[in-house]
């Protein structure tokens, strides 16, 4: 029988093992062991960033509200958390992140409360109307940009994004507790836009405009 090295983690113990002794089929199968597998450790900031980002891309595409849904907290991971994944690879590169936006011209005004609003693919200037102004927002700037108004309420980028991760169930499914969380719950229970609930739609285009924002960042990492 052939001998040779092993490291893996034990799925009975949970401890890393090592081994040089011949590992029988039955045995191996049962503590999770293929021969010549190698242990791989915790995944990098950077592989993770640069994963996280390949995800994103391959949600656009779809049409599953689900895989839509799970930009949310793809987003969050890396703008919102106590530990923002950007922040832990951007700490080596240093790099200026600028998210490029739209204006809007048809917002209503704030406390309307006959009003039901949202931006949309407005946001993006690569999907807006032709003609809009293009503006160039620091991080903190794009997620207090306002992207929707629900009969008095306005709504930023941020609270789209904790919103669909918190409550609508890409990170927790939970009930909406607040009066901004309980307006955004009954407007996507009653209103429909392209097959979509507004807030789940409206983060397909805060994700491009996020993605195209991490294209230096990107190219740093790919270049080290």
Same mark, same amino acid.
């Given at each position: 029988?052939?001998?040779?090295?092993?490291?893996?983690?034990?799925?009975?113990?949970?401890r890393?093992?090592?081994?040089?002794?011949?590992?029988?089929?039955?045995?191996?199968?049962?503590?999770?062991?293929?021969?010549?597998?190698?242990?791989?450790?915790?995944?990098?900031?950077?592989?993770?960033?640069?994963?996280?980002?390949?995800?994103?891309?391959?949600?656009?595409?779809?049409?599953?509200?689900?895989?839509?849904?799970?930009?949310?907290?793809?987003?969050?991971?890396? +703008?919102?958390?106590?530990?923002?994944? $950007?922040?832990?690879?951007?700490? !080596?590169? @240093?790099?200026?992140?600028? =998210? %490029?936006v739209?204006?809007?011209t048809?917002?209503?005004?704030?406390?309307?409360?006959?009003?039901?609003w949202?931006?949309?693919?407005?946001?993006?200037?690569?999907?807006?109307?032709?003609?809009?102004?293009?503006?160039l927002?620091?991080?903190?700037?794009? +997620?207090?940009?306002?992207?929707?108004? $629900?009969?008095?309420?306005?709504? !930023?980028? @941020?609270?789209?994004?904790? =919103? %669909?991760?918190?409550?609508?169930?890409?990170?927790?499914?939970?009930?909406?507790?607040?009066?901004?969380?309980?307006?955004?719950?009954?407007?996507?229970?009653?209103?429909?836009?392209?097959?979509?609930?507004?807030?789940?739609?409206?983060l397909l285009?805060?994700?491009?405009?996020?993605?195209?924002?991490?294209?230096?960042?990107?190219?740093?990492?790919?270049?080290?």
């Amino acid at each position: 029988m052939r001998t040779t090295m092993y490291r893996f983690k034990c799925r009975i113990t949970k401890r890393c093992c090592r081994t040089n002794f011949p590992l029988r089929s039955k045995f191996a199968a049962e503590r999770g062991v293929r021969p010549h597998q190698t242990f791989r450790g915790t995944m990098d900031a950077n592989t993770l960033f640069l994963k996280t980002l390949e995800d994103i891309e391959s949600r656009l595409s779809q049409s599953d509200p689900y895989e839509i849904l799970l930009i949310a907290g793809l987003l969050r991971k890396l +703008f919102l958390d106590d530990h923002p994944l $950007v922040d832990q690879v951007n700490r !080596t590169y @240093r790099v200026k992140l600028e =998210f %490029e936006v739209t204006a809007s011209t048809n917002k209503p005004d704030e406390g309307d409360k006959n009003s039901l609003w949202s931006v949309q693919d407005g946001l993006d200037p690569e999907t807006a109307m032709p003609g809009k102004k293009r503006l160039l927002l620091s991080r903190d700037q794009f +997620f207090q940009t306002v992207v929707a108004m $629900v009969f008095g309420p306005s709504f !930023t980028v @941020r609270d789209v994004i904790q =919103f %669909e991760a918190n409550v609508a169930g890409a990170v927790h499914a939970g009930a909406p507790k607040t009066e901004k969380e309980k307006a955004l719950d009954t407007v996507g229970k009653s209103v429909g836009i392209g097959g979509y609930a507004p807030t789940l739609r409206q983060l397909l285009a805060i994700a491009r405009v996020s993605l195209k924002a991490l294209v230096p960042l990107r190219a740093a990492i790919n270049a080290a």
